[in-house]
Structures are given as structure tokens and as C-alpha cells.
């Protein structure tokens, strides 16, 4: 799963105090402050949220709340439930490898112009891989139906296939106007355990 970054910043403070003669006198240590220091410190490193453990199952394709469409190729079927995904935000699909989210900022699976942006864990936990890991081996030109909101199904291609270092997205990725395209993203380069690369897999309407 993509991971997280909570950084916390801390300011010194001068703790002299003074004596009824008016010098500078240190006060005691505190256990009271040494544990909130530390607990800042804590606060500093690196977050993974929602991570299950080595021994834990896949997490099952109720998560994330109530299914609003899925995309699908072959025989398999990916629930999409909507997610939050504000602009310049964290990419924050729901938490299972068994199903998409889709962005509630971006167009809906039904629009006709327009950009959907749907995200997906690469892999959630030890031997979950991502259930829409398939789009990253198509080839342009290689078709995969969408049922929307409605429960209408649209036949669309993939254009392009992407990789850029996380956070360099190309703005027309997320066009509330224009031209119909899906825009799937998800973690990539995995690096002394950290994903440095975003994949980004761009698909049209088959006309």
C-alpha cells in the first residue's frame, strides 16, 4: 500500500525561570515534559495507516462502504466505492486489495466529458496484490468494460500507460471538461519500502 508522511514541527522554547534574588535558575526535570517530547518525536517519523499484519487475510470487498459501479476484464469483476481525494491531496484508496475507489472531487463513472479518477492499492498486506493490477500490462488499445452508478456498462481502451515520480501529475489527468478519459493511478517503485513512482493508466470510450 502507498504510504503516509505526518511531520510535525517543533519550536524550542527557553525554560529559565528566575529566583526571588533574580537569577537565572534551571528548573528540574520533568517526566511530564521528557514524555511529551518523546511523544512529538514519535509524532515526526513516518505513519503507515491501516497496514494489516504478515498474517493477516485479505481484506474482503465490503470495505470501503457501499459499491457504486466496477470495472471489469475476463472473468473478474473490481467493485468501485467513492472515495475523498482532495486536489493536491493523498492518493487514499479504500483500504482492501480487492476493490477501486473513485474520486467524489473528479466526474462520476456515468459522465460523458470529462475526468474519473479511480485509485487502487498495488498490494495491501503480504499476498494481496491489487485486483486491478491487470491494467498495468495492457497494451494501448486493449479493451475492459465499466459499469457505472447507474448500472449502464461502457466498453473503453487504454491510451496510455505512465510512470511518474509521485506527485508530478500532468493537471489534464483530472479535467472536470473535455474529452471522456479515466484516469487509474497507483503505487509503483517499490524502494527499501517505500513506493517512489505513481502509475497512471489513462483509457477512452470506445466509440
Known sequence: MCRGMLRVGMRAFRTDTHSP????????RRTLLVAALAATV????????????????????SVGGQEIGSVGFGQRTVPVKSVTYPAGGVLTPPPSAKVAGV????????ARRGSTVITWHVRYGKGC?????????????????VTD?????????????????RGQYDPKWFQLDGPRRLTFMTCTDLKKGEFRKTAVVIASPVR
Do not use: W
Not at 43 to 57: E, F
Not at 103 to 110: A, E, F, I, N, W
Not at 129 to 145: A, E, V
Open 149 to 165: 452508478e447507474r448500472g449502464r456498462q461502457r466498453t473503453y481502451e487504454v491510451d496510455e500507460q505512465i510512470r511518474v515520480p
Open 129 to 145: 496484490p491489487g485486483s486491478l493490477n491487470p491494467l498495468l500490462t495492457m497494451k494501448p488499445g486493449k479493451k475492459f468494460r
Open 103 to 110: 474520486s467524489d472531487l473528479h466526474r462520476p463513472l456515468r
Open 42 to 61: 514519535t509524532m515526526a517519523t513516518p505513519v503507515v495507516t491501516a497496514t494489516p499484519s504478515a498474517a493477516a487475510s485479505c481484506p474482503s470487498t
Open 21 to 28: 534574588s533574580g537569577k537565572s535558575v534551571r528548573p528540574r
